[in-house]
């Protein structure tokens, strides 16, 4: 078993950045690849990013490319989502998950979830 507690969620203004923080407990952390997905009011929950286990390979969605970036720390046994030039449309809970795969973003190909972290982003 592995469980992660997210933190770091607030309300922000458009234009600003929070990062989020995904701490893991249980088995090896270093074995998972990390994702991070959101879900707003009403939408299915969708991918943001993923980082392999070593950190040395990072996948994004479209929207948050270049905005967004994951990152992980295995000696602490945490990933991070750090968001930057954020928009209204940002606004969700995330979501930390852990899978063995590094190749698979669906909701459904992940092993572990953490409860979520609300991101409120104000126009």
């Known amino acids: 078993q592995v469980q992660l507690v997210e933190s770091g969620g607030g309300l922000v203004q458009a234009g600003g950045s929070l990062r989020l923080s995904c701490a893991a407990s249980?088995?090896?952390?270093?074995?998972?690849?990390m994702n991070w997905f959101r879900q707003a009011p009403g939408k299915e929950r969708e991918f943001v990013a993923a980082?392999?286990?070593?950190?040395?390979?990072?996948t994004y969605a479209d929207s948050v490319k270049g905005r967004f970036t994951i990152s992980r720390d295995n000696a602490k046994n945490t990933v991070y989502l750090q968001m930057n030039s954020l928009k209204p449309e940002d606004t969700a809970v995330y979501y930390c998950?852990?899978?063995?795969?590094?190749?698979?973003?669906?909701?459904?190909?992940?092993?572990?979830w953490g409860k979520g972290t609300l991101v409120t982003v104000s126009s």
């Open positions: 998950a852990a899978t063995t795969s590094y190749s698979v973003f669906r909701p459904g190909d992940m092993h572990y």
């Open positions: 249980g088995r090896t952390f270093s074995s998972y690849a």
């Open positions: 980082i392999s286990w070593s950190g040395g390979g990072t």
